[in-house]
Each structure stands twice: as C-alpha cells, then as structure tokens.
C-alpha cells in the first residue's frame, strides 16, 4: 500500500466531518463566533504537536512564511464555509466547495510541474462531474 495513502484516508474523514459539523454549530452561534471557537480547538491540536516535536520547531524563513500564509487561508476558508452553511444545505455547500482541489491541480500543473496521467485526468474529470451532480 502506498504510504500516502494512510493520511489521505485520514484526512477525507476528518474533512467530512469538518464541513458537517458546522450545520449543526451555527444552529446555535453564528459564523464569526464559530470560527474563534475553531481556533481554539486548533491550538489544542497544535498544543499536542509542539510537544510531539519537543518545542523544536523547524524555522526556515520562507518555510514559516508558506505555513503563515497557509494557515490564513485555511483559516478564511473556514469562514466563508460557515457562513455558507449558515445560509444553506450542507448538501450542496459540502459539495461545492469540495471542489477545491481543481485549484490545487491546476497549480501543482501550472508551478511545480507535476502531471497526471490519462486515468489520473479520466478520474478527476468524473470527480468533478459527480460533485456537480451531487449539487445540482
């Protein structure tokens, strides 16, 4: 089994319950307020990774500089997320918005170089389809 695909496992449920959950929060406080309290969930994760490196982080400039910035636009995402649920079905918000990774692809495409082969492109094409579908 690929080593890869473990985490990616992981992180397809973790993720499905990450744009679930938020249905059922912002029945009880709104977007803005959720996503403080997100935070504080994150820094607990965090809190348990620290220690897991035993406070030896790595500090490249531009490495800290990505993880920033990712962690930015993670964090935007999750709010216009919740304020997406907010206002609709999780249903169509979930699957919409899941199809982010067209813009990863077209990125890692376009700067890192990588490619995808006929049955790679074949299946991310159906993907796609079957999310449109889902919420149309």
């Known amino acids: 089994m690929q080593t890869w ?4 496992f992981g992180a397809l449920m ?3 319950l990450w744009s679930f959950i ?4 912002t029945q009880y406080i709104g977007p803005k307020s959720a996503i403080i309290y997100e ?6 994760i965090a809190t348990v990774v620290l ?3 035993n406070f030896r982080l790595d500090t490249h400039p531009r490495g800290i500089a990505l ?4 962690g930015m636009l993670g964090f935007l995402g999750a709010l216009f997320f919740l304020m997406a649920v907010s206002k609709g079905p999780v249903t169509l918000v979930a699957a919409f918005s899941a199809l982010y990774p067209i813009v990863s692809i077209l990125l890692a495409i376009s700067f890192l170089h990588e490619s995808l082969t006929l049955k790679q492109g074949v299946g991310i094409i159906l993907a796609i ?3 449109v579908l889902v919420a149309a």
């Open 22 to 25: 938020p249905k059922i929060t």
């Open 129 to 131: 389809l079957a999310m």
């Open 67 to 70: 993880a920033i910035t990712t």
């Open 5 to 8: 695909l473990t985490p990616t």
């Open 51 to 53: 220690f897991s490196l």
């Open 14 to 16: 973790l993720w499905g």
């Open 39 to 44: 935070v504080f969930g994150a820094i607990l």
